[in-house]
């Protein structure tokens, strides 16, 4: 028995051993494999053994939790709450919000009458400033542009036309064609007075240079006209005046025969529209072609109350412009070169003739009809009596 006992507790000690002996090859591996240094080292032990994880489902089932996640999950459940309160409107901001959008738009409609009153007199104030119809045309139809959508936005919001502005800045308007003209006018006239009546050179427009600064000055009462509309009427009659003018200047330059026998004038060879002509020129353009009370020399030209071949009385001194004595010095060549501009000038109006009727109101038709009626329709009068003129005077051919 004795000897069986010994046997059993050798076999303990054998199998003990053998256990030992194989844990202690697997740590010789293990630290051979990560001291040498060509095999990388610890990292490359690292790197080739199996770490265990925790996956993100093992730490949730975990008794205890993280405190950073339960603030984010804490923040995100206010947040959404926070929005579910203001999708529904409950939040006290919102309502009030809509009370104080609610008062505001009480009082408003209570008051707009007032307010745009007030508005206004302040805009009208500006208005009445000599620099608001003094400045340039750009500037001025910005201006007109900016009060025009202004009163749009005003009746739209007080509900009720504003006659009284929009009469305000008619006046405006009316101020800006007043200034507008008179500088016009005066600028035509400074050209005719040095008028030589010679076409410009070949190859541009074959007109004279007062022809040619008359169509100017036209075309920019055109295009006002068509900006200012509450005040085209005006500018077409500035259109009128300034042909009239020199409709008016031409007959007077080389129209009339100046006799030394105290005898009639050119009375007998004008026709009855073309002396009706211009005695209306002479009753609405009086201010610019009376005589001028100047003695500077740029006011050498100065323009009769009447035409004086319309009674029958002995010619004044003839007129001098630019040296010339009228009716005298000018050739045939520039004499035909007056007939050639009126012409022109006549030719291109009746161009315009239906965009100036679309431009103008139905009830203003009339005004484009008697403007080319009378005063356009009169140019071949106009001519007609120059060639006789000129033949009597350069030929001594009376006809």
């Not at 738009?105 to 209570?110: A, I």
Request: proline share 4%; glycine share 6%; with cysteine.
């Amino acid at each position: 028995m004795v000897s069986k006992g010994k046997a059993s507790e050798l076999e303990q000690v054998e199998s003990y051993i053998s256990t030992s002996s194989a844990t202690t090859q697997k740590i010789d591996s293990v630290s051979d494999t990560s001291c040498d240094p060509q095999d990388g080292g610890l990292s490359s032990a690292l790197g080739s053994a199996s770490v265990p994880t925790i996956s993100a489902e093992e730490s949730s089932g975990t008794e205890t939790s993280s405190p950073v996640k339960e603030a984010s999950n804490s923040a995100v459940d206010d947040s959404s709450d926070f929005g579910e309160t203001v999708s529904s409107g409950e939040s006290p901001w919102y309502y009030l919000r809509k009370e104080s959008a609610a008062l505001v738009s009480e009082t408003l409609q209570r008051g707009r009458r007032n307010l745009w009153q007030l508005t206004t007199s302040r805009v009208s104030v500006l208005l009445s400033s000599p620099a608001a119809s003094s400045t340039s045309m750009h500037q001025f139809l910005k201006n007109y542009e900016d009060l025009s959508a202004f009163i749009l936005a005003g009746e739209a919001f007080c509900g009720f036309e504003v006659v009284d502005f929009r009469e305000k800045l008619k006046g405006v308007c009316e101020n800006y064609f007043t200034a507008f003209h008179r500088q016009s006018m005066h600028a035509l006239k400074m050209v005719l007075e040095k008028e030589t009546w010679t076409k410009l050179p070949p190859g541009t427009v074959q007109a004279t240079g007062s022809s040619l600064c008359l169509l100017r000055s036209m075309d920019k009462y055109a295009r006002l006209m068509q900006k200012l509309e509450i005040v085209n009427v005006e500018f077409f009659k500035g259109i009128c005046q300034s042909f009239g003018v020199f409709f008016y200047f031409v007959y007077q330059v080389f129209g009339q025969e100046n006799t030394n026998s105290g005898g009639k004038g050119g009375a007998d060879s004008s026709n009855h529209r073309l002396k009706s002509c211009l005695s209306r020129i002479s009753q609405e353009c009086e201010q610019w072609i009376k005589p001028q009370l100047s003695s500077s020399p740029s006011s050498s030209l100065s323009f009769p109350n009447t035409v004086p071949s319309l009674a029958d009385v002995t010619p004044a001194s003839p007129i001098k412009t630019s040296g010339h004595v009228s009716g005298t010095s000018f050739s045939l060549k520039e004499r035909c070169a007056a007939v050639d501009t009126v012409s022109l000038v006549s030719r291109i109006l009746h161009k315009s003739k239906a965009h100036l009727q679309s431009m103008l109101m139905s009830r203003n038709g009339s005004l484009v009809e008697d403007f080319f009626g009378q005063l356009v329709g009169s140019v071949p009068d106009l001519t007609e009596h120059l060639h006789r003129t000129t033949a009597r005077i350069l030929l001594h051919v009376n006809g």
